[in-house]
């Protein structure tokens, strides 16, 4: 009987300790550097956005913000990473609508995009541009769709590869407009849009930053947007909403702050914290616009509602289109 109640009053001291422990690890967070995996290279829209909060992040927290671009498998190799890390939050990941895009042609899939991390909080979004050539007989979206229309399988639509969040979202306006075209997988974004400057390809659906040499070339000419409304810088490009003539309707990348699952609340609520702090910032304002989208601050219950209303939204379109594997 001493014996046991040894037993149970030594379970409870360190029962007591642990909790102790783990506060006090929380309380202190951060006492080291924090690894910030981005899916991209360097310049790309993610690695801006990411590096600019990654900044801010740090002199805010006072630690160092270790960026750790993860390019390849789109997305895949970086999110997986991340999904994996152990969850103390000393491994955050710039989510992207690719986070959940990515995985749904792949089996098994290598994460699971609303499970296996905890949303921070939504940064901002990049609206997607619909861009043809500036030679191009299609001068209007209102042309592309009756061209479409008209010629069922003759317009060729670019696409960064099969299940890529371009193919995903050209796919949802086909089905929203009606329209019937071919898509065409490239390997590379820049390619994709060179061809497409030169009438090869008919339209790509992308985003501002790969193509603004060549929009400001005037060889490249966007003639829809997926904001909820005009862009000031395109303040002539009709949005998909309007042409809807449904409000609120967007075609956008949107961008989070992403803990792997497991990461305590507390330190959770603590990195919104500063994460709101950073989307105030003059900088990230300003990088953002420049890579054609806005900051849009929400916290982490709105991003996960996102996320797992995306993951319906494309398991939908790929399982329509036949890409399941």
Known sequence: MATNSLLRIGGTVLFTLAVAFGAHAQSDYPSRPIRLI???????AGDTVGRTVGEELAKQLGVAVVIDNREGAGGLLANTAAAKAPPDGYTLVLGTSIM????QVVNPPPYNP????VPIGRIGEIPMLAL?????????????VGYTKANPGKANFATAGNGSASHLFTAILHQEFGMNGVYVAYKSTNQGL???????????????PPAAGLISAGKLKPIGV??????PTLPDVPTFAEM???????????YGLFAPAGTPPAIVNRL?????KATAAPLLKTRMEGAGGFVSLAPGKEMHDQVASDNTRFAGVVKELGLAK
């Open 226 to 231: 997926g904001s909820t409304s005009r862009l």
């Open 244 to 254: 809807l003539g449904k409000p609120g309707y967007r075609v956008a990348l949107w």
């Open 38 to 44: 981005i899916a991209g290279g360097p310049g790309t």
């Open 132 to 144: 043809v050539g500036s030679e191009s007989q299609l001068k209007s979206w209102t042309d592309l």
């Open 272 to 276: 919104y914290q500063e994460l709101a």
């Open 194 to 208: 060179l061809d497409v400057s030169t009438g090869k390809t008919d339209i790509y659906l992308a985003n501002f």
């Open 114 to 117: 609303v499970n296996d991390f």
């Open 100 to 103: 959940v895009t990515a995985v």
